[in-house]
């Protein structure tokens, strides 16, 4: 069975930068078929998409994280990556990503604040 790794996360100011990677292991040659993509889950809130990336690599964004998060993938690592460039305090939250929506990862700790 896929098992997801991911990692990244931490404590930042608001405006600044973390980037999450989530590795993903047994995937039999097919993690470069396959979508992968991120959700977040906020203190007491639902838990929302935020970007998600494609075979051969398009991409798609919740408004939200549109112009601040760059999703991209490495198929020769089977590692998909979240860049998050001016972070806010509503950016806080689980972050998880997903292999195909089928595998998900543990989740990794992001906390904007001053």
């Known amino acids: 069975q896929v098992q997801l790794v991911e990692s990244g996360g931490g404590l930042v100011q608001p405006g600044g930068s973390l980037r999450l990677s989530c590795a993903a292991s047994?995937?039999?040659?097919?993690?470069?078929?396959?979508?992968m993509g991120w959700y977040r889950r906020a203190p007491d809130k639902e838990r929302e998409f935020v970007a998600l990336i494609g075979t051969p690599g398009n991409t798609n964004y919740a408004d939200s994280v549109k112009g601040r998060f760059t999703i991209s993938r490495e198929n020769a690592e089977n590692t998909v990556y979240l860049q998050m460039n001016s972070l806010k305090p509503e950016d806080t939250a689980v972050y998880y990503c997903?292999?195909?929506?089928?595998?998900w990862g543990q989740g990794t700790q992001d906390t904007v604040s001053s």
């Open positions: 997903h292999f195909d929506f089928s595998v």
């Open positions: 047994r995937t039999r040659g097919g993690f470069s078929f396959r979508p």
